[in-house]
């Protein structure tokens, strides 16, 4: 069983997300899925910007005092990513121009500050 303040975590985290899903489609993006789990990682939203197909990692902090939410994005999480998109796309049958773009959000609600990096890393 998960302690109080983990299930607080989780739950705020998912508001995040929610609230980026929707922040993106706002701005013309179509969300296609929430949560998508493979082995060996997670992608936070798939969305479609016309015919590419978007892999969006959602990263929060309450403050930057300890570093910005874009830089916890390191290689390792990068491939994890990278292996759990090709992992949808197979699953799916897809092949179509992809990228993928990481939401940095700051500070807490109401209050959040998005920063939209589109093509923030490739795969290679």
Known sequence: MRR??????????????????A????RGL???????????????????????LVFVE????RSIRHGHPAETITITKQRRLIRAAR???HRNGLSCPCR????????S??????QWIAGAFEAN
């Open 30 to 52: 179509i969300a296609i899925s929430r949560n998508q789990r493979a082995k060996g990682g997670e992608i936070d939203l798939v969305m479609r910007d016309g015919e590419t």
């Open 58 to 61: 959602v990263r929060h902090r």
């Open 87 to 89: 992992f949808y796309l």
């Open 109 to 114: 609600s109401p209050s959040l500050d998005i």
């Open 23 to 26: 922040w993106l489609c706002q």
């Open 4 to 21: 109080p303040d983990a299930i607080d975590a989780v739950a705020r985290g998912q508001a995040i997300e929610r609230h980026a899903e």
């Open 100 to 107: 993928f773009d990481v939401l940095a959000v700051t500070g």
